[in-house]
């Protein structure tokens, strides 16, 4: 139900790995995806040795197939179960951009539309004649949030009918005029959810069934409302702090319907994905629907479009969600344009693991360098040593930068960085393109104080620009 969040524990045993890989693969491709296979499992390691979460099940696609799924730790303590492939992890508020999806598809087939007023369906609820459908898709309707905690309150762990709730929180004042702000809120989608039951005439998890699980042969998705987890699926844990692990408690009936209520496998989740790549399940229009950033009324982009956020990051586009529910966390993400996405499901709350093991294994398969592994951190650092020293190497500049750095420029950036001492960090921090160039930013470490410096390179691997300023 929450979009995500922190932990510790000793790493806990790496457990089966099923690989699908093409039938025929040349020694290249084999010493590729055994280097890939790698990367992912020391990173997933890492993450786990730092957060102590008990387990992750993790799916990867490239080249819009299933590439890699594995499964790491233990599903549950006592006595001990191994996590493997084959688990359902509940996935929190990823199960929004289903509920989402079921809406756009009652929209193509004209049973209801986008710009419907929320007075057609919910004609009592604060401000129905202003509230569009595409506002609480978008999180601009200003009904507040009913479990912003990253805990589970007391009333949560009774049985409520999401009608109860949004009788309860879509009856206050709304916290801000519809179309003018974001907030995250799950009343939306609990609102959602039953929309979709009025206007298909079937539970909202049946209509999915039909619609979307069944035909993307996504056989382990459950209704966490309709049936729990059983003993052969992961236990759900919690921290105290940085105490031990703990089971976590049950939600009681209701409260996730809508915004949070599903649980599968990473592999599931992501055929799922495979089919956003593909535009496999709605009409091409249904897609720019949910993937475009929406914009508040005075045009300011929220990041997020219907029950995913939207943006770039290293000249990537993505699609992306987290997912939080009681003793669970997942992160999923998409990059359409390439073709990939990056499933991590883990059995704590409360923990950004999921999401710390996504960015790094989406790093892995977009072949996006490491801040410790780029090979243009050391050349830069040498450049920002020498400016230390008022000294540069005129053959790495292109003419215009040669013409920046006079002997007064020199001057000034020796005097005023030679004091700061030898840089103890050096951190490319993003890279984009800029004007025909690659845009790299840095974060420079001295002992008293930290810098960010800017670089643009030629194609030619030329310096066009090496700009040093005080960091924020």
Known sequence: MRPASRSRLGVLPLVLASVAVADTQTPQREAGAAQLS???????????????????????????AIAYVRAYGSARLEPRLPATPEMRYAIGSISK???????????????????DRLVRWFPDLTRARDVTLRELLSMTSGYQDFWPQDYVMPMMLEPVAPLAIVERWAKKPLDFEPGTKWQYSNANYVILGLIVENASGTSLFDYLNARVFTPLRMGTV????RSALGPAD?????????GPLRAAPEVGRGWVFGAGGLAMTAGDLARWDISM??????????????????RTARGVGTGYGFGVSVGMADDHRFLSHGGGVSGFTARNTVYPDDRAAVVVLANQDATNAAGQIATKVGRLILEIPDAGTDPSVEPARRVFEGLQRGRIDRSLFTANANAYFTDRALADFAASLAPLGAPKEFTQRGQSLRGGMTLRIYRVGLPTRTVHVTTLTTPDGK???FMVAAAE
């Open 38 to 64: 790698g990367g992912i499992d020391r990173a997933v390691a890492e993450v786990m040795a730092k957060t102590g979460v008990p387990s992750v099940s993790l799916a990867v696609v490239r080249d819009g």
């Open 277 to 294: 790549i593909n535009e496999a399940v709605m009409q091409p229009g249904s897609y720019r629907e949910m993937e475009a950033e929406v």
């Open 222 to 225: 459950t209704d966490t409302e």
């Open 463 to 465: 310096l066009e620009q």
């Open 234 to 242: 992961p236990e759900g844990y919690l921290r105290f702090a940085l």
């Open 97 to 115: 951009q289903f509920t989402a999806t079921a809406v756009l598809l009652l929209a193509e087939e004209g049973k209801l539309s986008l710009d």
